[in-house]
């Protein structure tokens, strides 16, 4: 595997589901990104960890839980979501150095549906 | 607030030349990004910009003004496979990067 892959690519769920989406990153980078994309609006940033450590954004539900269990893994527990929460879900990743680029790597998204 | 603007549409004719606007209001400024997203797909790297002036990367190139807050991305010679979504982003003074929603870029045979 290589770059940032993330599954499932699709994922259907009614409201009083628990799932995970897993992101795994073969990059070497020292943080990750959780990305909400909704049709015709920004990327939203949900949640970002950089050196194994959250940095929370505190508009996201708590619905959401972020868990980074290590540098090259990172998860989105859901539960109790809600219909308006149907998104693509992004991961990225990148190596964040003092002053440098920055470029942040993407995986294909988790195409998700709550029913 | 912190805002990124950009035309939600375009459209372009095989092997013309388009250009992609992009205004912003950050808290600061450390960067501009273009990513291209096809549909279905990751969004990639396309450019960064952190002076002003004009980027070259083959047919594609990126333009930045920090004192208009403008960017533009050109694409030249434009072929079917550049019809995708184009974002910009602007990395603000917490180093987070704000995006615009993106440009919808159709090309017509």
């Known amino acids: 595997e290589t770059g940032v892959t993330q599954t499932p690519r699709h994922l259907v769920m009614g409201m009083t589901n628990k799932k995970s989406l897993k992101c795994e990153q073969h990059l070497g980078h020292n943080a990750m990104y959780w990305y909400k994309q909704s049709a015709k609006k920004p990327l939203e940033l949900m949640f970002v960890y950089s050196l194994e450590e959250r940095v929370e954004n505190n508009s996201v539900p708590s619905r959401f839980s972020p868990e980074c269990p290590n540098s090259s893994h990172l998860f989105l527990h859901l539960h109790t979501l809600q219909p308006e929460d149907s998104a693509l879900y992004l991961c990225?990743?990148?190596?964040?150095?003092?002053?440098?680029?920055?470029?942040?790597?993407f995986g294909p998204g988790t195409r998700l549906t709550v029913l | 607030g912190q805002n990124i603007d950009q035309p939600t549409e375009m459209t372009a004719t095989e092997g013309a030349i388009v250009q992609i606007n992009c205004t912003y209001q950050?808290?600061?400024?450390?960067?501009l990004f273009w990513y291209q997203q096809h549909a279905g797909e990751a969004p990639t790297f396309l450019s960064y910009n952190v002076l002003d002036g004009l980027e070259e990367k083959g047919r594609f190139s990126s333009f930045l003004s920090r004192s208009k807050g403008y960017s533009y991305l050109l694409l030249k010679e434009l072929q079917m496979k550049d019809s995708a979504s184009y974002l910009c982003?602007?990395?603000?003074?917490?180093?987070?990067?704000?995006w615009g929603a993106g440009t919808k870029l159709i090309i017509k045979p």
């Open positions: 990225a990743s990148s190596q964040d150095i003092p002053g440098g680029l920055n470029e942040q790597f």
């Open positions: 982003a602007v990395k603000d003074s917490n180093y987070q990067l704000i």
């Open positions: 950050t808290s600061g400024f450390n960067g």
